[in-house]
């Protein structure tokens, strides 16, 4: 019997390559949020009475304060004069604050400028301080007395730093403000020489942008035969003065306000001054600003009679005296750099003590009564011969 034929085994399917991969988890697409719709734009009058409003509850505020900064000179008891009443420590706290909270639009040189002038006012309640800086009006001593204590204060123009000194000595002026060194020119030698006898403290710092104008009567540059300056100024602006009135006669003064007095007399001489000198005796901008670095700013030191307490970011200037013997100025610095204290400026100075003998200004962060800086005048007494807390006070703000 025939056998059946076999039957061929029926094809293998294919392997489906797309099943045999793993399937791709889907990808899901971020959630746009839907777009905040902007609320609708407000009319002028509308706005306008907004601002209204605003303005009548920033008075409320303000006069609200002023009620409470005149209970606290009450609590403090009846003290001899305003000065008493003045703590830089906790103006400087306030402004630190309100800098920390700034998120704009207004910069932060702006507010504390705004904040200064309430706290000016309000401490003027008790009695307006009386601040003496180097004269007359219109100078940037001038300027630097208003950045840090507001327009709320009674200004005393005097001739001289010298006199400025004198005065607050003498109590006929609260505080003083003086220069003391110029970011392209260096130290004012006479404020340091000042420190050398006085027996005034730093009770603080400012440091103000300074901008340079030719001013003139005229106000046209081919009438200028002469200009008058601080010589200083003409420092700052010597490669402007080259290239424009390089035939002019430079004829230095004791200030800039002197010089914008001495140029509204004539119109053939100038004056390099601050803008608001000009403002003050009638003169016309000619050029400005001329200064050769834009970032000429000059460092100003408020001087008092007293030290104050930390106001947690201070700086203490140290007047000291070197024996006179191998790596003495290295031994009198050692004690600050193993504490972590550090050293800002260092500047010598005869010391008018004897021929040779010098004398080193230092400024060194931190405040004569936190521990680590107390620890480190106390080691320096040994090494010196003779060591002068010129003053702690808080760090320029702004």
Same mark, same amino acid.
């Given at each position: 019997?025939a056998?059946?034929?076999?039957?061929?085994?029926?094809?293998k399917?294919?392997?489906?390559?797309?099943?045999?991969k793993?399937?791709?988890?889907?990808k899901?697409?971020?959630?746009?949020?839907?777009?905040?719709?902007?609320?609708?734009?407000?009319?002028?009058?509308?706005?306008?009475?907004r601002?209204?409003?605003?303005?009548?509850h920033?008075?409320?505020?303000?006069?609200?304060?002023?009620?409470?900064?005149? @209970?606290?000179?009450k609590?403090k008891?009846?003290?001899?004069?305003a000065?008493?009443?003045?703590?830089?420590e906790?103006?400087a @706290?306030?402004?630190?604050?309100?800098?920390?909270?700034?998120d704009?639009?207004?910069?932060?040189?702006?507010?504390?400028?705004l904040?200064r002038?309430?706290?000016?006012?309000?401490?003027a309640?008790?009695?307006?301080?009386?601040?003496?800086?180097?004269g007359?009006e219109g100078?940037?001593?001038?300027?630097a007395?208003?950045?840090?204590?507001?327009?709320?204060?009674?200004?005393?123009?005097?001739?001289?730093?010298?006199?400025v000194?004198q005065?607050?000595?003498?109590g006929?002026?609260?505080?003083?403000?003086?220069?003391?060194?110029?970011?392209?020119? &260096?130290t004012?030698?006479s404020? =340091?020489?000042m420190?050398?006898?006085?027996?005034?403290?730093?009770?603080?710092?400012?440091?103000?942008?300074v901008?340079?104008?030719l001013?003139s009567r005229?106000?046209?540059?081919e009438?200028?035969?002469?200009?008058?300056?601080h010589?200083q100024?003409?420092a700052?602006?010597?490669?402007?003065l080259?290239q424009?009135?390089?035939k002019?006669?430079k004829?230095?003064?004791?200030?800039?306000?002197?010089?914008?007095?001495r140029?509204r007399n004539?119109?053939?001489?100038?004056?390099i001054?601050?803008?608001?000198?000009?403002?003050?005796?009638? =003169?016309k901008?000619?050029?400005?600003?001329?200064?050769?670095r834009?970032?000429?700013t000059?460092?100003?030191l408020?001087?008092?009679?007293?030290?104050f307490?930390?106001?947690g970011?201070?700086?203490?200037?140290?007047l000291?005296?070197i024996?006179?013997?191998?790596?003495?100025?290295?031994?009198?610095?050692?004690p600050?750099a193993?504490?972590?204290?550090?050293m800002?400026?260092?500047?010598?100075?005869p010391?008018?003590?004897?021929?040779?003998?010098?004398?080193?200004f230092?400024?060194?962060? &931190?405040?004569?009564?936190?521990?680590?800086?107390?620890?480190?005048l106390?080691?320096?007494?040994?090494?010196a011969?003779?060591?002068?807390?010129?003053g702690?006070?808080?760090?320029?703000?702004?």
């Amino acid at each position: 019997m025939a056998k059946n034929p076999t039957k061929p085994a029926p094809p293998k399917p294919k392997p489906n390559k797309a099943a045999a991969k793993p399937a791709k988890a889907a990808k899901l697409k971020p959630a746009v949020p839907e777009p905040t719709p902007e609320p609708p734009a407000l009319d002028l009058p509308t706005l306008r009475t907004r601002i209204d409003g605003i303005d009548q509850h920033i008075q409320q505020l303000i006069a609200e304060r002023a009620q409470f900064a005149n @209970q606290v000179g009450k609590a403090k008891g009846k003290l001899a004069a305003a000065v008493d009443y003045y703590r830089p420590e906790r103006e400087a @706290q306030v402004l630190r604050r309100v800098v920390d909270r700034n998120d704009g639009p207004l910069n932060d040189e702006v507010l504390v400028r705004l904040f200064r002038e309430i706290m000016s006012a309000c401490l003027a309640q008790q009695e307006p301080l009386k601040i003496g800086f180097l004269g007359p009006e219109g100078t940037h001593s001038q300027q630097a007395v208003f950045k840090h204590f507001g327009h709320s204060i009674h200004g005393l123009p005097l001739s001289s730093i010298e006199e400025v000194f004198q005065e607050v000595e003498a109590g006929n002026a609260d505080f003083g403000v003086v220069p003391v060194e110029n970011s392209t020119q &260096g130290t004012i030698q006479s404020t =340091l020489d000042m420190f050398l006898t006085s027996k005034l403290k730093i009770s603080g710092e400012v440091e103000l942008r300074v901008h340079q104008h030719l001013l003139s009567r005229s106000g046209r540059i081919e009438d200028i035969e002469r200009v008058y300056s601080h010589p200083q100024s003409f420092a700052q602006c010597k490669a402007w003065l080259r290239q424009y009135l390089p035939k002019a006669e430079k004829i230095a003064v004791a200030s800039n306000a002197e010089a914008a007095r001495r140029a509204r007399n004539a119109d053939d001489a100038a004056a390099i001054a601050g803008a608001s000198a000009g403002n003050v005796y009638g =003169l016309k901008n000619v050029a400005g600003p001329i200064e050769d670095r834009p970032d000429n700013t000059t460092r100003f030191l408020v001087i008092g009679r007293e030290l104050f307490t930390p106001s947690g970011n201070d700086r203490t200037s140290l007047l000291i005296f070197i024996k006179d013997q191998p790596g003495a100025l290295y031994n009198v610095l050692s004690p600050f750099a193993k504490r972590g204290l550090s050293m800002n400026r260092i500047e010598s100075r005869p010391g008018h003590t004897g021929r040779w003998q010098y004398a080193f200004f230092v400024d060194i962060g &931190g405040h004569v009564q936190e521990q680590a800086m107390r620890e480190a005048l106390e080691e320096l007494e040994e090494l010196a011969h003779e060591v002068k807390v010129l003053g702690s006070y808080p760090v320029a703000i702004a």
